[in-house]
């Protein structure tokens, strides 16, 4: 079989169980088992495919058209530059995400050796950017899940990004402890969000997904103590939900509170709510 017989087999196989964009996760699939990018593959038609090449490649398309993530599959997603490593453990990055670093960036911008704090870390794709791109910041994420923190050192380890990690219920471990920066992408679906998700999204972990009823319980439970953990001056940005950007600004809103505002992604939606300490 070339590869351009196997392209038109998975595209037909992905269609039928309803992949979102099957001609596109058929060449995806091929590119990253042939170790290839998207753009060469059009280029290898002809080539016959070796039958070891061609069963990994149908094992691949089985576990896609059930559902499971083209990101797992590969146990790799982009993010900010990087190529990270994603499984089952922890929620897969978002290009939305990119609008809450590069925020981030920009609020520190005059802030040396800043303290930063990234909670909910999951993969780490949020802390090891920060670290990255400010070598002389000092990185703390944090976690609930213990397979999530795991992942994030595989990735600190892949990136070379310094990065302190600690498993914490939010600010349950960090006592005492005061940040120039602190970043949160929470769990923010709703009830009813749960029960419409899209199927490939269902494979990811619900405990970074779901926010309570209406979204805000984790938002609720930063409102009440961040303020003791920034720093004079500091900041906190946190991604939200659509619809929810005003409802969090208002949790987190109070008289200690010397700015705020609402940043949208690149989509024209709400994404990050900021505030910054007195």
Known sequence: MTLSDWLIYAEDILEKAECYDSRLDAKLLAAGVLKKSPGEIRFLGNCALKDETLDILNQYLSRRAAGEPLQYIENTAYFMD??????????IPRQDTETLVELALEKIKGIKNPEVLDMCTGSGAIALSLAH????????ASDISEDALNVAKKNAFLTGAKTEFVLSDLFNALAGRKFDLITVN????????????????????ALALYGGEDGL???RRIAREIYRFLSPGGYALLEVGQGQAKDVLALLSNENTSESGIEKDLCGIDRVVWIRSL
């Open 186 to 205: 929470p769990p923010y679906l709703t009830k009813e969000d749960m029960k419409s998700l899209q199927k490939e999204v269902k494979r990811e972990p």
């Open 133 to 140: 791109y400010r070598k002389d910041a000092r990185v703390t």
């Open 217 to 219: 319980d984790i938002y």
């Open 82 to 91: 990087f190529a990270f490593f994603v499984d089952e453990n922890v929620l």
